[in-house]
T-cell receptor, first 109, second 117 residues
Framework: GQQLNQSPQSMFIQEGEDVSMNCTSSSIFNTWLWYKQDPGEGPVLLIALYKAGELTSNGRLTAQFGITRKDSFLNISASIPSDVGIYFCAGLNDYKLSFGAGTTVTVRA | GAVVSQHPSRVICKSGTSVKIECRSLDFQATTMFWYRQFPKQSLMLMATSNEGSKATYEQGVEKDKFLINHASLTLSTLTVTSAHPEDSSFYIC?????????????FGPGTRLTVT
């Protein structure tokens, strides 16, 4: 499959902080998606982006589809404890999803 | 919303035996389902695309004779891991294309943890 580079690999947050992660690809995608996966569960769709340059919000989540269609970022504002988990970006061409390696978000002790 | 279930959620089997995993769309019909494999702390890798009433399409490097897929109805796809070995131990996740037919709309099951001893 096509490779997506996601960063950072992991991050520690304190409640109330803003969180940012991004994804880049050498390939163009028609659609970018962001998923969250809790341990032992399947991914849950957070945001879908369809147009280059599109900025979309879903509650405290904001994501943008890069103008070149080769990158995307996800921001989480005012993080709360339930934001911990693994976040994956995914690019969609035709009907196939290619996933990034994931960003693990953990609460800082 | 569209719900996808998987059964079993966890399975332990002995090396050399076969294991069947079921993926069901509970409240919608899914002509296309997908099977992914996820190793610990890694991403989801697409194994195959399952189309109702036709043969599955496997990704490069995935052995079709080892991972048998049957999509016999619009709500059920099964993945059978044949002659399982310890290296097949992984988290297997299915997804189904949503009822609207929009290509992005994939709903994921909760996954099946396979451990081969």
């Amino acid at each position: 499959g096509q490779q997506l580079n996601q960063s950072p690999q992991s991050m520690f947050i304190q409640e109330g902080e803003d969180v940012s992660m991004n994804c880049t690809s050498s390939s163009i995608f028609n659609t970018w998606l962001w998923y969250k996966q809790d341990p032992g569960e399947g991914p849950v769709l957070l945001i879908a982006l369809y147009k280059a340059g599109e900025l979309t919000s879903n509650g405290r989540l904001t994501a943008q589809f890069g103008i070149t269609r080769k990158d995307s970022f996800l921001n989480i504002s005012a993080s709360i404890p339930s934001d911990v988990g693994i976040y994956f970006c995914a690019g969609l061409n035709d009907y196939k999803l290619s996933f990034g390696a994931g960003t693990t978000v953990t609460v800082r002790a | 919303g569209a719900v996808v279930s998987q059964h079993p959620s966890r399975v332990i089997c002995k090396s050399g035996t076969s294991v069947k995993i079921e993926c069901r769309s509970l409240d919608f019909q899914a002509t296309t389902m997908f099977w992914y494999r996820q190793f610990p702390k890694q991403s989801l890798m697409l194994m195959a695309t399952s189309n109702e009433g036709s043969k599955a399409t496997y990704e490069q490097g995935v052995e079709k004779d080892k991972f048998l897929i049957n999509h016999a109805s619009l709500t059920l796809s099964t993945l059978t891991v044949t002659s399982a070995h310890p290296e097949d131990s992984s988290f297997y996740i299915c997804s189904a294309r949503g009822p609207s037919g929009t290509s992005y709309e994939q709903y994921f099951g909760p996954g099946t943890r396979l451990t081969v001893t």
